[in-house]
């Protein structure tokens, strides 16, 4: 991960960053062609995303995220990274607020919408005239390596913080 703490390198190799113009408490640098082979085959030196912090004018590197088909089971999970070690979670049942795309649509301001949002049942989002996500990606975990203990570096809450997130 090394070469990745200049986020410039990062962008330089394929990497994305979503919703970079969204206030973020993290940003995920996300790189299409490792998600895809993520969905075959588990390679920790390709991570799906790289999670960075701003820091003035640029971004500082903190974790990477890894990625598994939505559908693989625990113990296919548990080869991957185990389950004692990581909590591997999806986002479940996202209404988007209406006419946004999904990269908008995750952060949107209401609070209703989004993967923070209120609104949890697809007849709820039909309602507010939203669209509704059963599932938004498959499995995913984050890994902070440059925290000191295990606890630290394979945290289920600060994802949640920092994304605002709670529908897992």
Wanted: with cysteine; hydrophobic share 40%; proline share 6%.
């Amino acid at each position: 991960m090394g070469k990745y703490e200049d986020y410039r390198v990062a962008l330089g190799e394929g990497y994305e960053i979503l919703a970079p113009d969204v206030p973020q408490g993290m940003y995920h640098f996300n790189h299409f062609g490792n998600a895809a082979e993520a969905e075959r085959r588990f390679d920790p030196t390709r991570p799906t995303s790289l999670l960075y912090e701003k820091a003035g004018a640029g971004y500082r590197l903190i974790g990477v995220m890894y990625t598994a088909p939505a559908g693989m089971g625990e113990d296919e999970l548990d080869g991957r990274i185990p389950l004692s070690v990581a909590r591997w979670h999806q986002h479940v049942n996202v209404c988007l607020p209406p006419g946004a795309g999904w990269q908008e649509g995750i952060f949107a301001a209401d609070a209703r919408f989004g993967l923070s949002g209120s609104i949890e049942t697809a007849e709820a989002c039909r309602r507010a005239g939203g669209r509704f996500l059963p599932r938004l990606f498959g499995w995913m975990v984050h890994l902070y390596p440059f925290e000191k203990d295990a606890a630290d570096a394979w945290s289920h809450e600060r994802q949640m913080l920092a994304g605002g997130h709670h529908k897992h």
